[in-house]
């Protein structure tokens, strides 16, 4: 298909210093847990993206001295030669797709907790950490401002070393520079410190460093929060921020802007539960139209929608369109939008389980939407090719359309089996996205910092593509309002069946913390009910509402939420220290906390339930079980263990004879009805297998590559042998 | 010097299976970072032991198959032909110094959440992990149940390729076999659940699986926790604890004890703060005087002291010396004693340090009493060897002996420097350890779950260590109650300095929370006080206080507690989502929790000051600054930032002209005094500059060894493309 010309703008070039970029599609730095020490999975995530028609690609932040060391999160680095070695691999890959390599040169200051290195860092005022609490940086007199510029500087000729054509001087997030810039972080009182110029000093002259040292080969960039988002105690986006920018914009090639710092980046990655598409427009959307830079701008909002990129360049908001998530999730999508393929367009859904993996910090990237996301090398997975199975002569049935079961049919599908049937018991495929989709908000008041509490609608891209695709595969039959018995699947006639049934919420108080059902819970009666009964609205909840919530992530507290929004009395106990923990990793925990108060939730932590009554919840203090507390209630919502409903898979599988007889070669079972878990993993579940369908034991994943040293491999000893010359290292 | 007799038991050879322990002393499955994949510093962290000593050296818990990924936190994994080679280098090791090597093999069960291979985690019933929340098994049938003890069997042929002498089935922290046999997780109805003979049937066939494919060759060795110290919903030392021991008895070789599980494995691996030595006897140590075994028994309670060694072996408690603490802290333990070097024995201060880094997951071990932990290989660290000095004729003063201070004195000393002189402005030398190891007190009672708040007493082994070093370095001067001035330094006659002169704490109420001091805080107020004020008795504390706590360690967390316990009352404040976050790695915060629970003590999470007046503290909501709350209170105790006494380093520094004038070649600063830290991290300060004392720029570390794979080596490619040899996988 041709590409509308509506479109044209977006495949413009644009020219930064003495680089084009090819279009306006641009991957701004984002973290994949690959950093410098695993080059094969940082060269192919990286080389997918160029392949799919971005024309800029970057690392992650990447360290430029030991002395900024984020372990246990992952970095990338650029600290010796080995690394040069190893992020070139990325600079070759894409080059072979003619995309430009940026590398983010980053110092994080005391952010940086050096668990890795043990270093001390430096920072521009010796005030700890408000992101790593008990981090203090060391104070930088004027010999230390000259060694960090030059750690700058080698980092850079490192990096044109490497093959990068962007290098950032990097200055979001709160990390070195900034903490120079904002008055939050810099008391000095000298020439570094007090007056804009003198705050702005330390990262105008590591810019110009930088730019002389490698301005002539490599594009100079810098990305820069142009809004703190705290007030006048630092940076906002009207003053000190767009002063800034007319102040170095003589240095750099290219602008990335953002807003926030890493306390609460959340306000830059902004989660859909709270943040819509382009939120970022009122702070890094005014500097250009406010006419404060003469040179390209890239900025971010989680846009996935053509159209609004049109706008954003057509108003002049941004030159170049930004993107993290939504390459992650689609590769693909400039050349998709080149192709007028809008419909394959895999939309992020703004539910940052991908940012969840940097937060706890060592395991891959994954994504909700992409399967493939982080496996393009260790396992050799494609978002776009399918290899035919080899099996493909079989057919297969898939029971239950949930996230396993609509993605296992899908790669089924693409890899040309000839034929697959996918049957949904409920009236339509999704499984319980369809319900966990109306969730996440309260009253719908706006008063949240920013953003506002828009639920998690745009979780439902999940059941969009997947719709879309199963649509298009003619080999792929979908059927709904179609429940299956085991002897419906014996005399299916499928010669593989693959059993995505789903789970289901205990009704007994069965939980995590006491392994236990609770005394007194049952949510077969009216007053009692599990959280899908609470979203479908299928049981009517009394004034005071106790919620159970025993999972930590995102179930028990936005039930509270939507109940409490809708004017219910609402008592939220968890056994943990706090509620939701998992949202801290996935960022949306800050936003949750302003409106669970807002909607005046009750949260008691450390407690839990030891038996319901009729009108009465009895509850203990885990510290003290004979510290008891009693909440009357009208209703009890039991967020509590789920469930595989696997009684159709133990059924079919367990009659080998009839198996046989009906030439069943292989029952597999998948997603939540194997072991309930996140949508991310369910969906992951379903590729995999659907993936691996020909190989010799399609129910045991096939070993991958792992990136690590082998002994006997040279690593880098050589290199600190050489510069090792001090009688007491005796290396080994 | 020779052994003393007394301590010659602890040198007889034990026998175990088919192998020869050549003394008592054995290092215990435990933790370090290194895993499979940096496996110089596995090979060179346990090789160190052999080399001091221990006759038995065991690997971290070790991953028998993909399934069971405990990613972020790092095991040893032996999944592969490329694991026996990494491995292979630490039996090698190992072997040169005649001590066995161990392997304990590990599957997590819901307890790993797969995080690196995307695996689904098997069990025994579909319970979530009460240690990962959200993280629920596959329920096992019976295929599954063979599969998962073939992988046992494989994953112990590939250890004994690999050179291991004994290999576990490891049971204890409730991973997979004790799941099975713990009701708490064995809910089944078939002949793997129910009795205790079912119960205990999946541990006693993998067991007998096991021996029946490398027995001949490997001993046999099981941990176990006896105790699940949960009462009777699961294992009780004196039921089934003791009784299945006697039920696998045949097929053991080596016993290997302890108590508790996973979620709360602080009751195993005690703190000091609440447990004291040999704090595992009255469970563990039960089994073996209760006649349940004929097998050789190792078990463990951080046993430093070799007299309490004797008589646990005496008494017959256990027939082995288990060490994991003990053993980092000092690997030369067992030489020491055999050379009766008692006073050179470096004893662990229970802090958990060690541990913290696992809990974190993915940086290298640290201990505060042993600098060279974890830096065997990577730096060429040796504990008891230290080269003498390129420049040792340079006489040194060190300025401040606190812990970075004494540590750096100290190795300069050992590196045969001529003349260290170490002064001390306080009266004795230890600085903030002097004070901070009064504190962990709340009121002595005893009813915490086990254990007592017993206070850091032992981390003024920091102190005692290097006081006794010290003493008898006859190259190291050491002078106390002497106060330097600029002049007095500039005067010394030194030609190296180093300022060690600590921190202080904020008295203004600068703080990381918000980065500013809070209007009205004044500790040179009468009511007003600092962390050390309060341990030193220094001011009076009034009945009502408030204590503000925003560094997220243990010292607002212990001030509450200490004045809880004398009777205050007291209300705990902190920005964070819960007190004392680092608590919760060094395994100390449950205690905690129950002692502040159990004082009295008003934890206020989410909350920040934001003015204080005499008698009130204003308080607000972080998460709505408009909700405010007021504290009546007599006294307030400011945890809030510390701030690095500096003002001797940048006075001296600062003189270019003076220095040169008086010979001075270079001024550093190391650890309070250049930035305030955790003990741990001063100590390993002052090491390194000792150790680096004649690099090129000693205020710069050298480079270590980067244990990672460098673009263009092999890694496990060959062996994975090996594997999959379907159409679909396309390795790259």
Redo the contacts between chains.
């Keep these: 298909m041709a590409r509308d010309p509506k479109y044209d703008v977006l495949f413009e070039q644009v020219q930064i210093g003495p680089k084009t970029l090819k279009n306006r599609f641009y991957q701004v730095p984002h973290c994949i847990g690959a950093g ?5 999975m940082q ?2 995530h990286r080389g997918m993206k160029a392949e799919g028609g971005w024309a800029g690609i970057c690392t992650e932040y990447c360290s430029i001295h ?1 002395e900024s060391d984020d ?2 999160r ?1 970095s990338a680095r650029i ?2 030669e ?1 690394d040069v ?2 992020l ?2 990325m600079c070759d890959l894409l080059h072979e797709h003619r995309a430009l390599a940026g590398i983010e040169l980053w110092y994080g200051g005391p952010h940086a907790p050096c ?7 430096r920072g521009p005022s ?5 992101f790593e ?7 930088m ?1 004027k010999d230390d401002i000259e060694t960090l510029q030059q750690m700058y500087v080698d980092a850079a000729i490192r990096s044109r070393e490497a093959g990068f054509d962007i290098v950032y001087v990097y200055g979001a997030h709160a990390y070195l520079p900034f903490q120079f810039l904002s008055p ?2 810099n008391r000095r009182t000298d020439e570094y410190g007090g007056s804009f110029e003198n705050r702005a000093r330390f990262w105008r002259e590591s810019l110009y460093k930088v730019r002389e040292a490698v301005g002539d080969d490599c594009a100079i960039a810098s990305r820069f929060a142009v809004d703190h988002l705290m007030g006048p ?1 630092s940076i906002e986006a009207k003053k000190d921020g767009a002063r800034f920018v007319e102040h170095c914009d003589d240095l750099v090639d290219l602008w990335d802007f953002t807003v926030g710092d890493i306390a609460e980046w959340g306000q830059n990655a902004g989660p859909s539960r709270f943040f819509e598409e382009n939120h970022e427009k009122p702070y890094s959307g005014t500097i250009k139209p406010g006419n404060h830079t003469n040179k390209p701008v890239v900025g971010v909002g989680r846009v996935t929608n053509p159209d609004t990129m049109v706008a954003i360049v057509r108003s002049g908001q941004f030159d170049i369109i930004g993107a993290a998530r939504p390459s992650i999730s689609d590769p693909f999508l400039p050349k998709k939008i080149e192709e007028g393929r809008f419909d394959d367009i895999r939309e992020c859904i703004g539910c940052n389980q991908c940012i969840s ?1 940097w937060e ?5 990237l ?1 994504c909700t939407q992409n399967a493939t996301a982080g496996e393009e ?1 260790r ?2 997975w ?1 978002p776009e090719k ?5 099996n493909r002569e079989k057919s297969v049935l898939v029971v239950g359309a949930g996230p396993a079961g609509m993605e296992c049919a899908m790669v089924l599908g693409k ?1 040309q089996m000839e034929a697959v049937h996918l049957i949904e018991a409920g009236p339509e495929i999704g499984g319980c996205v369809n319900w966990i989709s109306l969730l996440g908000h309260s009253d719908g008041k706006a008063n949240l910092h920013r953003g506002t509490a828009r639920g998690l609608g745009e979780w439902k891209r999940i059941v969009n593509y997947r719709q879309i695709q199963l649509d298009k595969l003619r080999n792929v039959e979908v059927h709904t309002n179609s429940r299956l018995t085991s002897e419906d699947v014996f005399s299916y006639g499928a010669e593989i069946v693959i059993v995505a049934t789903g789970c289901h919420f205990a009704t007994d108080g ?4 006491t ?2 059902p609770i005394p007194g819970a049952d949510a077969s009666l009216d007053w009692q009910m599990t959280p899908d009964e609470v979203a479908l609205g299928t049981k009517q909840v009394g004034k005071r509402v106790l919620v159970l919530e ?4 995102f179930m028990g507290a936005s039930i509270a939420q939507k109940l409490a929004g809708e004017g219910h009395d609402v008592t939220l106990v968890t056994q ?3 509620i939701a ?2 949202m801290e990793y996935t960022l949306e925990a ?1 936003m949750l ?2 409106d669970l ?2 909607v005046g939730v009750d949260i008691q932590v ?1 407690t839990m339930l030891d038996r319901i009554e009729p009108g009465v919840c009895h509850a203990y ?1 885990i ?2 079980p004979d ?1 008891k507390q009693a909440f009357e209630v009208d209703s009890v919502v039991l967020c509590t ?4 409903d ?1 009684q159709l898979y ?1 059924e079919i ?1 367990g009659d080998q004879g009839r198996l046989e007889q009906e030439g069943i070669e292989a029952v597999y ?1 998948i997603g939540d009805a ?5 949508i991310v ?1 369910s969906v ?2 379903g590729h ?1 297998l659907g ?2 369908i ?3 034991n399609p129910e045991m ?17 050589d ?2 042998r050489q ?10």
């Design positions: 410098s020490e695993k080059p094969g060269a192919y030991p372990t246990s992952v600290w010796d080995g070695r190893n070139a691999a668990m890795e290195t043990r270093h001390t860092p010796q005030i700890a950490s408000d609490l008990n981090t203090f940086p060391r104070y007199d939050y972080y105690v993996r706890i910090g060592g395991p891959p994954v090398y396992r050799g494609h399918f290899h035919p199975a080899g890899r069965l939980n995590a913390a392994h236990a025993n999972e930590g992530y943990a220290g706090e923990g998992y800050p906390h302003r108060h807002r450390y203090n510290w003290d510290h263990a789920r469930l595989s696997d133990r599988k079972v194997a072991a309930p878990r996140m993993d992951f579940d995999r993936r691996e020909d190989s010799p994943p096939l070993p991958f590559i792992r990136e690590r040293r082998l002994w006997g491999e040279t690593s880098n000893e290199y600190v510069l090792a010359n001090t009688a007491d290292v005796a290396l080994v």
